[in-house]
């Protein structure tokens, strides 16, 4: 099975804070890459794609390291309405089925 | 827009029992898919189809099917419950915009357990 891997955390941050999360996948020829947001038992929206140039959406960050094979995700001024399960997704492309979700990981911001 | 709607939202099954998930998108997508998502499993695709009267297997097909009879409708159906199909179930759909590019917009899920 190709695949996708996170930290699962929690990663507990106060208010205000900058928190980053990575996520490593294992196959080479991987072609597009995307996070998306889960809240507690809602389902899997999309955040921001991710582009080998990198690409910014207010606070929200993503980065392409094709090299190292991982993409990232960093959340400037943290809110508590950023408190959600970060996944990461990965499509390998030839068809639709090729799309691989990471497990996620946690964030919880704090006041 | 109601998006893509499941039903049932939840449901108890005993070992052995059959039933139907039925999944309906009003945004005129080609595609869509179904999930399980388990505790430390993460996301996972049980068949999907890329078109009315297409389907295709996906990472963990076993136990289950699938029908797409109509565009708007994808269907998963259990034959044969079994406690290991207990899971959280999402269908998704997404446009044709090519593989690389597949925003895939969720249900809200249903929850499943089989006793």
């Known amino acids: 099975r190709k695949e996708v891997e996170q930290d699962p955390g929690p990663f507990n941050v106060p208010e205000g804070a900058t928190v980053a999360f990575n996520c490593t996948y294992s196959?080479?020829?991987?072609?597009?890459f995307f996070w998306y947001r889960q809240d507690c038992r809602k389902e899997p929206k999309l955040l921001m794609s991710?582009?080998?140039s990198g690409n910014e959406d207010g606070r929200f960050t993503a980065q392409l390291n094709r090299a190292s094979q991982y993409i990232s995700l960093l959340i400037r001024d943290s809110k508590l309405s950023d408190s959600a399960t970060y996944l990461c997704?990965?499509?390998?492309?030839?068809?639709?089925?090729?799309?691989?979700f990471g497990k996620g990981t946690k964030l919880s911001v704090k006041p | 827009n109601a998006g893509v709607t499941q039903t049932p939202k939840f449901r108890v099954l005993k070992t052995g029992q059959s039933m139907t998930l039925l999944c309906a998108q009003d945004?005129?997508?080609?595609?869509m898919y179904w999930y399980r998502q388990d505790p430390g499993m993460g996301l996972r695709l049980i068949h999907y189809?890329?078109?009315?009267?297409?389907?295709a297997k996906g990472e963990v097909p076993d136990g289950y099917n699938v029908s797409r009879l109509k565009k708007q409708n994808f269907l998963l159906g259990l034959e044969s419950a079994a406690p290991s199909q207990t899971s959280v179930y999402f269908c998704?759909?997404?446009?044709?915009?090519?593989?690389?590019?597949?925003?895939?917009?969720f249900g809200p899920g249903t929850r499943l357990t089989v006793l």
């Open positions: 998704a759909s997404s446009q044709d915009r090519g593989v690389l590019y597949n925003e895939q917009f």
């Open positions: 196959n080479s020829a991987s072609q597009s």
């Open positions: 991710v582009y080998s």
């Open positions: 997704v990965v499509v390998y492309g030839g068809s639709q089925g090729n799309l691989i």
């Open positions: 945004m005129n997508h080609e595609y």
């Open positions: 189809s890329v078109g009315e009267g297409t389907t």
